[in-house]
């Protein structure tokens, strides 16, 4: 059966078709500096070298066809006729309170993700809008909205509710949502399987750690916290965004900085993080690179992302009361052995032992890296959003494998 996944954004469009029951990605692309000059598809087949064609997207509506072009084309194509999807899964980030699971899209649903624009004005417009190009150019074929928020919707709600007058929350729906849903869904279930621990009695930390990162508590399969909240920009350190910072500082920059909050909110945004800290990059094998040759802001930043890390696994062992795994993932979690080394050396009180033989240049495989004694299994988990919303929407329509 095959399915296309869309991951819609303001300028590009991500696209995967699976082979669902074969679990093989048949073609994966993306359709960049929609709207803008120089925009272009690249596109992979299979495991062969990826393809890039210049070309002119004015808008969201050109990107799909030109996805649908080059799906369906007799040189470069893996299908012949449109029909052959079965199901298309949409990725969108905020659902507000409405969805704690993925829907099939109506026009009540599309309303909906529209209510959730004032909570996720950067992504839900563009996640919409190609929800509605897909409707227009692929008729006929069931689409789903898999979002970023449901899986964090089983927090309790001392855990998501902030100690502000409570009416900005019955009015304005201010409250800790989280993000990466999708995400530490997959990364927990594939753990506690991997593991062999049933996911139904089980303690995970899930340090999704890329580009943006989150933490999440997962007690017996469900969300029970996360660091993220109303929006993406709390929690962790991150590459250029600041995380948990005293609330009261906006309003003291503005002060002594005399700039409007919308330049603050850019700059918490944008040139904070790993970024600010350092002074030099937001990637992180920049920095350790820099911090091998003595750069002593770069070694800083690390030091600041390590401790915020380190403290956040403290207090999600206390709201889970234990932990039976604790996972990496994405592009920092995968790949930088350096820093789990260092991390679990620092949790040895929570009975963490490291295999430093299976952590060692390990990068993007699942694997479990903790020792046979260690209390608590750790585990390395790729993470696979495609394949989890997939996973959501073949599921929800009640297909079988085949
Ligand atoms: P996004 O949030 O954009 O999906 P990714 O999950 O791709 O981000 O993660 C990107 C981050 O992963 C970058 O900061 C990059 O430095 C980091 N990264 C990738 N490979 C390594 C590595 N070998 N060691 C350390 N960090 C890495």
Redesign the pocket.
């Known amino acids: 059966m095959k399915v296309l996944i869309i991951n819609s954004g303001s300028s590009s469009l991500k696209f995967q078709l699976l082979d669902f029951a074969a679990n093989v990605v048949m073609m994966q692309g993306l359709c960049e500096r929609i709207g803008i000059d120089n925009s272009r598809i690249q596109f992979q087949r299979f495991d062969e070298e990826r393809i890039r064609h210049n070309r002119d997207f004015v808008d969201h509506e050109d990107a799909v066809k030109a996805m649908v072009e080059v799906l369906t084309s007799p040189q470069y194509g893996v299908i012949e006729d449109l029909n052959e999807i079965k199901a298309i899964g949409h990725r969108v980030v905020h659902g507000g309170e409405q969805f704690a699971e993925p829907v099939i899209v109506s026009e009540e649903v599309k309303a909906s993700i529209r209510e959730a624009f004032l909570w996720g004005p950067l992504h839900n417009p563009a996640n919409l809008l190609g929800i509605e190009v897909c409707e227009r150019l692929m008729a006929g074929i069931p689409q789903v909205a898999v979002f970023d928020t449901a899986f964090h919707q089983t927090m309790p709600r001392e855990a998501y509710l902030y100690a502000l007058p409570y009416n900005l929350y019955e009015e304005h729906g201010i409250r800790r949502y989280g993000f990466h849903g999708t995400s530490h869904k997959y990364v927990s279930e594939r753990a506690a399987d991997i593991c062999g621990i049933p996911l139904e009695q089980s303690r995970i930390i899930v340090c999704h750690l ?3 990162s989150s933490l999440c508590a997962v007690k017996n399969g469900k969300s029970v916290d996360t660091t993220m909240g109303l929006t993406p920009l709390a929690g962790l350190p991150m ?1 250029t965004r600041c995380g948990d910072v005293d609330p009261a500082i906006p309003a003291f920059i503005a002060g002594v900085e005399d700039c409007s909050l919308q330049e603050i909110d850019n700059m918490m945004n944008k040139r904070s993080g790993v970024l600010g800290i350092s002074g030099i990059s ?4 920049d920095l ?1 690179a820099a911090a091998e040759k003595g750069h002593a802001r770069a070694k800083l930043a690390l030091d600041v992302f390590r401790y915020s890390l380190k403290k956040y696994i403290g207090a999600y062992a206390a709201v889970l009361g234990g932990v039976d795994i604790l996972v990496f993932t ?3 979690g995968e ?2 052995d350096d820093l789990r080394r260092q991390l679990c050396d620092e949790l040895g009180y929570l009975g963490i032992e490291l295999d430093e033989y299976h952590n060692c240049g390990l ?1 993007g495989e699942e694997k479990i890296i903790s020792t046979k004694k260690s209390k608590v299994k750790v585990v390395v988990v790729p993470t696979n959003e495609e394949l989890s919303i997939a996973q959501q929407t073949v599921s929800l329509l009640g297909f079988k494998d085949e």
């Open positions: 890329g580009n943006g590459g937001s990637d992180f094998r350790a994405a592009g920092i790949n930088d990068r």
